[in-house]
């Protein structure tokens, strides 16, 4: 078993490899050339260009849906344990407890356990970070111990407020982390799961139901409703199609956004496009939002749809789609590998080759659905505290002359506090 200074130059080391990999490999560096001009990314620093190759190493996928590290690591077996772990890698939020000589022991906010983490520079390069602090930060685990392998940001003690919200943002993009060392939260998620599936048939009677972003929260209170009470009312009245079938950029969908989080909040409803979005319970993997679910069957009986090609691939790319959803589509339309290879130029022949080079992260046990994770975080319930909090603050709720007084004095308003404003 490598020591800590072992293993960092075996990370390291890694790191070069897959850097010398793109540039000597002519399929990935194609799709890397594809990649920086579909997002239109502009290089201005060698710095800047270091970083963007990481994080597309690290996180993205080839045009195909493999991803980068798959693809590295179907070509170099020999390296298959240090690139599973940069696999398994996450960028997370943590908070600072203590400061050590060569380490910081801190809490992470997405699956709430105490770690102790190992960053990759000398911990005298970092003598900004203060105890109690926020790290923002990508890590690894390699021989049952952690590595910093990036810090993105250092948000202060102060800002609690940033703190959740990138914890939740990173919650989302990687519901993984829910359960980082963490199995009483992995057993909490696993019989949620259970719970979401066999309530939402019991209110639908089916595996998904489609509406419009403008009645999708209200479809959501009242299956949230009936899960709790099992109470079955009508709910043709939450029901809608679209005018059009369509895929669309909806900005308010966009994780990486800086304002997701008020934009989520707000509801689907507030965003200005009108499109559809459906509920889809997974039996191993929870509850789905799924905006443009409709429209994605639709296409395979018209292909002429509005965005087809990128909606197409997104269902097919996106680890936010489970594949229950592929198999859907594959067991219900004859046309299926026909429409799929012709969007994405493949040459597919079985489902199970299509969920093995575009959803291998699903393949491995313990992929929840965001919805499911969120609903069981102590970090989303902080943040929404904290919302409501800043809300009342600006809106104070209004208060009766002779309504109990809010300070729990048990006198009348009009008696105790509301004195005090004049």
């Not at 709430?112 to 203060?130: A, F, Q, R, S, Y």
């Not at 519901?175 to 799961?193: C, G, M, R, T």
């Not at 130029?345 to 093995?356: A, G, P, R």
Request: proline share 3%; net charge negative.
């Amino acid at each position: 078993m490598p020591g800590v200074i072992e293993s960092l130059d075996i990370i390291s080391k890694t790191i070069d490899s897959l850097m010398e990999f793109l540039a000597s490999d002519e399929t990935l560096a194609k799709d890397f050339e594809q990649y920086l001009e579909t997002n239109k990314i502009e290089v201005n620093s060698q710095n800047e260009f270091n970083n963007i190759v990481i994080q597309y190493l690290l996180d993205m996928k080839m045009q195909d849906g493999l991803k980068v590290l798959e693809y590295y690591r179907r070509n170099n077996p020999a390296q298959d344990e240090i690139i599973k772990a940069l696999e398994n890698s996450f960028c997370g939020v943590f908070r600072v407890n203590k400061i050590l000589s060569n380490a910081f022991d801190v809490k992470c906010l997405t699956s709430n356990v105490d770690l102790t983490i190992i960053p990759m520079v000398k911990m005298e390069h970092l003598k900004t970070i203060g105890k109690y602090d926020y790290i923002e930060a990508r890590i690894l685990e390699l021989d049952n111990t952690l590595y910093i392998l990036e810090i993105y940001d250092v948000i202060s003690e102060f800002n609690t407020y940033k703190a959740l919200s990138e914890g939740i943002k990173n919650l989302i993009q990687n519901p993984k982390s829910a359960y980082f060392k963490n199995e009483i939260q992995k057993e909490k998620l696993e019989k949620s799961v259970s719970e979401f599936y066999d309530k939402f048939l019991e209110c639908f009677n089916c595996e998904f139901i489609s509406t419009t972003n403008k009645k999708i929260d209200y479809l959501i209170e009242f299956f949230n409703k009936y899960r709790l009470d099992g109470k079955k009312e009508p709910f043709d009245n939450l029901i809608e199609d679209v005018e059009k079938y369509r895929y669309i950029n909806v900005k308010e969908l966009n994780c990486d956004d800086k304002y997701f989080l008020e934009n989520a909040s707000g509801g689907f409803s507030t965003h200005n496009e009108i499109y559809d979005v459906a509920l889809w319970i997974d039996k191993k993997r929870g509850l789905y939002i799924i905006p443009f679910l409709k429209t994605f069957f639709e296409i395979f009986k018209n292909q002429d749809i509005e965005g087809a090609k990128s909606c197409i691939k997104e269902f097919l790319t996106s680890d936010k789609i489970p594949p229950s959803v592929i198999k859907y589509a594959q067991e219900n339309n004859k046309n299926f590998f026909e429409v799929i290879n012709k969007a994405l130029n493949t040459n597919f022949k079985t489902l199970e080759e299509i969920l093995f080079n575009t959803k291998a992260s699903f393949v491995e046990s313990g992929v929840f659905s965001p919805v499911t994770v969120l609903f069981n975080s102590e970090l989303f319930s902080k943040m929404l505290e904290l919302t409501k909090a800043a809300d009342t603050e600006k809106n104070p709720p209004k208060i009766g002359r002779n309504d109990p007084c809010p300070c729990g004095s048990g006198l009348k308003y009009k008696n105790c506090c509301a004195k005090k404003d004049f």
